[in-house]
Nanobody, 112 residues
C-alpha cells in the first residue's frame, strides 16, 4: 500500500522559511518522480514542483520559482521542500504526490 506522510508545516511570518518532509513507503521510491502540490483556502489544487527519480532534474511553477527548492533522499525514502521568502499567498495545505496519490497534507500558514 502506498503511503505518503507530510510533515513540517506551521505558522510563519512573511519572509520566513520552513522545510517540509514527505516520508514515502509502499513503493520503490527511488524509481519514481515526485511532485509537490498545494491547495489554498477556497481554491483548487495547484501543482508547483517536480523532481525526477534521481533528483537530477527539477521544475517549478512561476509562483514559487526562486523561493522554493525541492529535493529528495532516496536512501531515506524521503522528499523535501525548502520554502524561503514565504508570502501570505503561500498559505495552503501542502501535499507530496506520487502518481495521483497524496498524503494527508501539512498546513502552512503565512501571517503576521
Amino acid at each position: 500500500e502506498v503511503r505518503l506522510v507530510e510533515s513540517g508545516g506551521g505558522l510563519v511570518q512573511p519572509g520566513g522559511s520552513l522545510r517540509l518532509s514527505c516520508a514515502a513507503s509502499g513503493f520503490t521510491f527511488s524509481m519514481y518522480s515526485m511532485d509537490w502540490v498545494r491547495q489554498a483556502p477556497g481554491k483548487g489544487l495547484e501543482w508547483f514542483s517536480y523532481i525526477n527519480d534521481r533528483g537530477t532534474s527539477t521544475s517549478y511553477a512561476n509562483s514559487v520559482k526562486g523561493r522554493f527548492t525541492i529535493s529528495r533522499d532516496n536512501a531515506k525514502n524521503t522528499l523535501y521542500l525548502q520554502l524561503n521568502s514565504l508570502k501570505t499567498e503561500d498559505t495552503a495545505i501542502y501535499y507530496c504526490r506520487y502518481r495521483g496519490t497524496r498524503g494527508q497534507g501539512t498546513q502552512v500558514t503565512v501571517s503576521s
